[in-house]
Structures are given as structure tokens and as C-alpha cells.
């Protein structure tokens, strides 16, 4: 059975950061891409940061050179770390991976930043 678990979302000022955390099981995360999806409040959830099997990194517009998606290299954890967040940031944050025909969420994890 395939699992995703988030953890490591909070409060932060304005310009703070974060570390969001994903452990995965059932599947392995060095032979699938793993995504981190943002969704703000009353907004469609948008795709942030994606990682690829071969380990290339992909990142939304809003959030490139703010955010940095990595993988462990022995477990099956991935992460998103988020530097100078602002309140556009705030909102649920998913990680996502899609295998064969199904997608796999994670349960959410609630970053909110104050200005």
C-alpha cells in the first residue's frame, strides 16, 4: 500500500523559513518523480517543485531560488526546504507522486506566514 506523510509545517514571518518533510511507502522514491503542490486558500492547488527519478529538479516560477526540492539519498524521504517565504506562501502544502495510473497525496501539512 502506498503511503505519503507530511510533516513540518508551521507559522513563520515574513521572510522566514521552513523545512517540509515526506516520507514515502510502497514506493521508491529514486524510481519516481516526487512533487511538492501548493494550494492557497480558496485557490486550485498548484504544482511548486517536482523532483525526477534521474534527480533533476524542477521548480514553479514563484519559487525558484526561494525553494529547494531534495531527497534523501539512502532513505525514502523528500523534502522542500523554503527560504524567504512571504504571505503569497501561505496555504496547504502537498507532496504528490503519480505511479502507473493512480496519484498518491499526502495527508496536507499548513504553512501560514505573517507580514
Known amino acids: 500500500q502506498v503511503r505519503l506523510v507530511e510533516s513540518g509545517g508551521g507559522l513563520v514571518q515574513n521572510g522566514g523559513s521552513l523545512r517540509l518533510s515526506c516520507i514515502v511507502i510502497g514506493i521508491g522514491i529514486r524510481v519516481n518523480a516526487m512533487n511538492w503542490y501548493h494550494q492557497a486558500p480558496g485557490k486550485e492547488r498548484e504544482l511548486v517543485a517536482s523532483?525526477?527519478?534521474?534527480?533533476?529538479?524542477h521548480y514553479a516560477g514563484a519559487v525558484k531560488g526561494r525553494f529547494t526540492i531534495s531527497r534523501e539519498s539512502a532513505g525514502n524521504s523528500f523534502y522542500l526546504v523554503m527560504n524567504n517565504l512571504n504571505p503569497e506562501d501561505t496555504g496547504d502544502y502537498y507532496c504528490h507522486t503519480h505511479f502507473f495510473e493512480d496519484d498518491y497525496w499526502g495527508q496536507g501539512t499548513t504553512v501560514a506566514v505573517s507580514s
Open positions: 523532483i525526477t527519478a534521474a534527480g533533476e529538479t
